[in-house]
């Protein structure tokens, strides 16, 4: 097989079920030899083709779990990489377009993140008292650091139970790159707000003072994810004035006002199931992506339950949208053809601490 990075494109694009129809045919002709995973914020004409859907964990330990020789990741970028840290070196984890990445995890990069690890040496030892947590929204070397100086990852469905296990090793958390969830994760541990100030790298000692660096239980990362950015509480005053039966659901991602008001709060996988669990002729008012959530209120509404979308504006994650029926078709007409098209492959020498941090993660979810 030949491996190749390749941007599709130029091709006049056929109409829908054509594209349908390739897929399909292509993954009976690998017979067993490839395995879909899709997130749940993937659009519907690809999320149907996934042989696994799930939350970030849940992909995880699917990834971890495959024997299939390819792992086409209907996801963004940082999922295709912990596909293939988890998997073995002779399967291949492939991103059907390089440009799925998530605006969030670019928001750490490794030396702005050397560099905060350094300048807070100038006040503390770290490596004794603070432990690096990185959301799984994160680039592979950050993952890495994290293996290397005794951290983690999280994702946003162990998120508390991965902050107990650091706080039970040191006194602190390095929280990045999304201050929301590490914020709401704290909270629930009944840190007080005062006591997580936000990191902010492009400043020195991020834009803090010793005695507050000394102070803080958790140090937020000043990174967030600009979709889960669009809700805002007055969204939920204004559907609750009129829904006053109905309940609110919210990704950690979401602010902290935001999810302060919720009724419940989780991973995509949480809010899926959580909706579908409740009663016939619920309603819900939803703030997160809104593949999912469209997908969602189609699949309740038989059962008379009314689900909306918590923002006026459409918030899509246009990185996940990235992923579409050609791409897919033509990454799996690649592999039919002995090629394998864009895949994602982490140096060993990273991929090895990579996997020490992630492994820690699965020990403790
Ligand atoms: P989940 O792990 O909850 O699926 O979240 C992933 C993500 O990127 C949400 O924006
Ligand atoms: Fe990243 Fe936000 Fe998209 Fe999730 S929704 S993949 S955090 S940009």
Redesign the pocket.
């Known amino acids: 097989m030949s491996v190749e990075t390749v941007v599709f494109h130029g091709l006049p694009r056929a109409d829908a079920a054509t594209v349908d129809a390739r897929i399909r045919r292509a993954k009976a002709a690998l017979q067993g030899r490839v395995v879909i995973l899709g ?2 914020y993937q659009r519907e004409e690809v999320y149907r083709h996934a042989d696994f859907h799930g ?3 849940q992909l995880s330990r699917a990834a971890a779990q495959q024997e299939a020789e390819f792992i086409v990741f209907c996801g963004v970028h940082f999922m295709a990489e912990v596909a293939d840290i988890l998997s073995r070196p002779e399967q291949a984890s492939i991103l059907p377009d390089l440009n799925a990445g ?1 605006a969030m995890a670019d928001m750490a990069d490794m030396p702005a993140v050397q560099r905060a690890w350094d300048e807070l040496a100038a006040v503390l030892d770290p490596d004794e008292t603070v432990t690096p947590v990185t959301y799984v ?1 994160s680039s592979a070397a950050l993952k890495a650091f994290c293996g290397a100086h005794g951290g983690t990852v999280c ?3 162990n998120a508390r139970k991965v902050l107990e296990w650091a706080f039970a090793r040191r006194g602190k958390a390095l929280f990045f790159p999304d201050q929301h969830l590490g914020r709401w994760t704290g909270h629930q541990l009944g840190i007080p707000l005062r006591d997580m100030p936000v990191w902010d790298p492009a400043k020195p000692l991020g834009g803090l003072t010793p005695e507050e660096i000394h102070r803080a239980k958790i140090l937020l990362w000043k990174g967030h ?1 600009s979709v ?1 950015q669009m809700f805002q509480p007055a969204h939920i005053e204004r559907w609750r004035a009129t829904h006053p039966q109905g309940q609110v659901i919210a ?1 950690p ?1 979401a602010a902290f006002e935001v999810c302060a008001m919720a009724d419940a709060v989780g ?3 949480f809010i899926i199931r959580t909706v579908k669990a409740s009663a016939p002729g619920s309603e819900w008012l939803v703030g997160t ?1 809104i593949n999912l959530v469209t997908r969602l209120a189609e699949e309740v509404r038989k059962e008379g339950k009314s689900v909306e979308f918590m923002s006026p504006m459409v918030c899509m994650c246009s990185t996940m949208f990235r992923i579409d029926p050609e791409h897919l078709a033509d990454t799996l007409e690649a592999l039919v053809a002995g090629r394998i098209v864009n895949r994602i492959q982490v140096d060993p020498a990273t991929a090895a601490l990579a996997r020490v941090a992630l492994e820690r993660m699965l020990a403790v979810s």
């Open positions: 997130h749940h939350d970030s964990l998530c929204n994702t946003s469905s994810c889960h990704h991602e991973s995509t996988d992506e």
